[in-house]
């Protein structure tokens, strides 16, 4: 006789239920992530926000940025259709601007690196004063010289951004941006200083830290250096030259300011500074009428003289502690440095003479 069959357990039904139940569920989710997701809207109404997305982002980060500035309702769904879709590779790294009623979909083309998507890219490059900024943007026919001169160099607009100086010179981050044509030059000022904010607070500054000291700092560090790795050594010599009782002058001595300080935006303009063409002569290093003449000033000039990098700001940060108090170019964009004045002396005839 067969043997009797034994009834199925509930255990089991149970068992088998839950199982068909989270693979359903599972495909619902599935399905939901990657067919409807991608072009349901986000949270908001359309207002326009500048996102910077860092190098190297991850899904965990890049969602939560987007979920930080309000792109996106939910960063655990934009993670997983991230991951399910495998979206994450095309993303760049940069500043965007986002509007926080953009579809996934559309948020991941902006930022995928479709320059259709993105706007006139623009660069610009460490150590460009305001004028040349300026200029850059006028050629890529984004904004009028004039207007942006306006808006950096504005009270209103330093007024609320609280950037610590006369003008925006210096608080603007040279980078990569994208700006569509006739984009506000007070949106573009409020987009280079916010990247200046992140990338500033990045280094952890001490709260008592004079900020337009240091930006001015840096500013002269990044005009004089050619190369990173002396960044720290030049903001060291001009620590000693502004501190050691050694150099009672206090007098930096630094080309680049004599040279900004003929910029045409600068006021009073000096009567050396007529017909300056970018060449400094002698009658440019005497004339006490410059502002920023610092063979003539003692101290740090009025404000910066361009727009520093990061890694100047990490030397004017952070100055090495070298017994230098002078230095002179060579002719490969390196620097000999010097402790005593009968040292530079040499170090001058030996480079500038060409032996």
């Given at each position: 006789m067969p043997a009797e069959s034994r009834p199925i357990s509930r255990w089991k039904i149970w068992s088998a239920a839950w199982v068909v139940m989270l693979v359903v569920g599972a495909l619902g989710t599935a399905y939901d992530v990657l067919y409807r997701y991608p072009d349901a809207p986000g949270p908001g109404i359309g207002q326009t926000l500048k996102v910077e997305i860092p190098p190297g982002v991850g899904p965990d980060k890049l969602s939560r940025i987007l979920y930080e500035k309000g792109i996106i309702s939910s960063p655990g769904r934009f993670r997983l259709w991230l991951r399910l879709a495998d979206q994450l590779p095309g993303v760049k790294a940069g500043l965007f601007e986002l509007r926080d009623n953009m579809t996934p979909a559309k948020i991941l083309s902006v930022i995928s690196g479709r320059p259709e998507n993105r706007g006139v890219r623009v660069t610009i490059p460490e150590g460009f004063t305001l004028g040349q900024i300026a200029k850059t943007l006028e050629?890529?026919?984004?904004?009028?010289?004039?207007?942006?001169?306006m808006a950096a160099g504005k009270g209103k607009t330093l007024t609320r951004l609280r950037i610590p100086g006369p003008s925006a010179e210096g608080f603007l981050f040279p980078d990569t941006y994208f700006f569509e044509r006739g984009t506000p030059a007070e949106d573009i000022v409020s987009a280079m200083y916010e990247n200046f904010s992140t990338r500033f607070k990045s280094l952890g500054a001490p709260a008592k830290t004079d900020l337009f000291e240091l930006v001015t700092s840096a500013s002269i560090v990044q005009a004089e250096a050619r190369v990173v790795d002396e960044m720290p050594v030049i903001a060291g010599v001009y620590h000693n030259r502004l501190t050691d009782p050694s150099f009672p002058s206090r007098l930096?001595?630094?080309d680049p300011t004599v040279a900004y300080g003929c910029e045409p935006g600068v006021v009073p303009r000096a009567p050396s500074c007529a017909g300056f063409i970018g060449k400094l002569a002698r009658k440019h290093l005497e004339d006490s009428k410059n502002p920023y003449n610092t063979y003539r000033h003692a101290g740090l000039p009025p404000g910066p003289i361009c727009a520093p990098g990061i890694n100047a700001l990490k030397a004017?940060?952070?100055?090495?502690?070298?017994?230098?108090?002078?230095?002179v170019a060579r002719k490969d964009g390196r620097h000999r440095f010097s402790r005593t004045l009968l040292e530079h002396k040499e170090a001058v005839k030996l480079y500038r003479e060409g032996r």
């Amino acid at each position: 006789m067969p043997a009797e069959s034994r009834p199925i357990s509930r255990w089991k039904i149970w068992s088998a239920a839950w199982v068909v139940m989270l693979v359903v569920g599972a495909l619902g989710t599935a399905y939901d992530v990657l067919y409807r997701y991608p072009d349901a809207p986000g949270p908001g109404i359309g207002q326009t926000l500048k996102v910077e997305i860092p190098p190297g982002v991850g899904p965990d980060k890049l969602s939560r940025i987007l979920y930080e500035k309000g792109i996106i309702s939910s960063p655990g769904r934009f993670r997983l259709w991230l991951r399910l879709a495998d979206q994450l590779p095309g993303v760049k790294a940069g500043l965007f601007e986002l509007r926080d009623n953009m579809t996934p979909a559309k948020i991941l083309s902006v930022i995928s690196g479709r320059p259709e998507n993105r706007g006139v890219r623009v660069t610009i490059p460490e150590g460009f004063t305001l004028g040349q900024i300026a200029k850059t943007l006028e050629d890529a026919g984004i904004v009028a010289q004039e207007n942006f001169f306006m808006a950096a160099g504005k009270g209103k607009t330093l007024t609320r951004l609280r950037i610590p100086g006369p003008s925006a010179e210096g608080f603007l981050f040279p980078d990569t941006y994208f700006f569509e044509r006739g984009t506000p030059a007070e949106d573009i000022v409020s987009a280079m200083y916010e990247n200046f904010s992140t990338r500033f607070k990045s280094l952890g500054a001490p709260a008592k830290t004079d900020l337009f000291e240091l930006v001015t700092s840096a500013s002269i560090v990044q005009a004089e250096a050619r190369v990173v790795d002396e960044m720290p050594v030049i903001a060291g010599v001009y620590h000693n030259r502004l501190t050691d009782p050694s150099f009672p002058s206090r007098l930096l001595q630094a080309d680049p300011t004599v040279a900004y300080g003929c910029e045409p935006g600068v006021v009073p303009r000096a009567p050396s500074c007529a017909g300056f063409i970018g060449k400094l002569a002698r009658k440019h290093l005497e004339d006490s009428k410059n502002p920023y003449n610092t063979y003539r000033h003692a101290g740090l000039p009025p404000g910066p003289i361009c727009a520093p990098g990061i890694n100047a700001l990490k030397a004017a940060l952070h100055p090495k502690d070298v017994p230098y108090l002078y230095f002179v170019a060579r002719k490969d964009g390196r620097h000999r440095f010097s402790r005593t004045l009968l040292e530079h002396k040499e170090a001058v005839k030996l480079y500038r003479e060409g032996r």
